[in-house]
């Protein structure tokens, strides 16, 4: 006489991976919350660093006098950005405060002044196994360069003349770092390269970007 042995049922549970073990699955926000406040009181806190490291500002000022230095080179050794190299290089400048003895006087606004500037821009892709060197310069020419009444001397060259127009020395870097140099970086990053800029007045070959 044999033993009654109870059938195996047929539904079985779904399947959830390779594990055997099956914990906790999902997000569970009191877990998750729990744990970001006991890192707190150890005096962790997650997120983006903030604010600028002056110590690296002065030493990319400090190496961008140096023209024999590229961008690159710059970032390699300070251990930034591009994006953070602009940000840090541009002026800091700011408005003096009148005298207290002085009458208000009301400031003369400024007259809008276009510069003529000879740009350099060399775009590359981050590797030789990617290929949107030339889609990423068509992009910049179009959206970025085209902007400014850009001239191409050459058609395959890297080499561009453009009209900036200002109204104070500020903006006018504002534009260069802002609206020129970090809107070409972005396109060329979504394309899986880099740039690399020399921007000079036509005007007053001292004045370098």
């Not at 109870?6 to 099956?22: E, I, N, S, V």
């Not at 990319?60 to 050794?77: G, M, P, Y």
Request: proline share 7%; glycine share 8%.
């Amino acid at each position: 006489m044999k033993p009654f042995q109870k059938p195996f049922p047929r539904q079985t549970a779904p399947y959830r991976g390779p594990c055997h073990w099956q914990g906790e699955v999902g997000y569970n926000p009191r877990t998750t919350n729990a744990g970001l406040s006991a890192a707190r009181v150890r005096g962790r806190k997650g997120g983006r660093t903030k604010g600028v490291d002056e110590k690296k500002r002065q030493a990319a000022i400090s190496l961008k006098k140096d023209l024999d230095r590229s961008i690159k080179d710059i970032c390699e050794i300070v251990g930034i950005s591009r994006n953070a190299y602009y940000k840090y290089t541009r002026s800091e400048d700011k408005p003096k405060m009148k005298d207290r003895g002085t009458p208000d006087l009301k400031p003369t606004e400024p007259q809008p002044k276009v510069m003529k500037a000879k740009l350099w821009l060399r775009v590359e892709n981050n590797n030789k196994y990617v290929r949107g060197r030339s889609r990423a310069r068509d992009e910049i020419e179009r959206q970025v360069l085209g902007q400014f009444g850009m001239e191409k001397p050459f058609k395959d060259g890297d080499e561009y003349i453009l009209s900036i127009p200002y109204t104070t020395d500020e903006g006018l870097e504002r534009t260069i770092y802002d609206d020129i140099y970090a809107e070409a970086e972005n396109i060329a990053d979504y394309r899986k390269g880099f740039t690399e800029g020399d921007m000079v007045s036509m005007e007053d070959p001292e004045k370098r970007w």
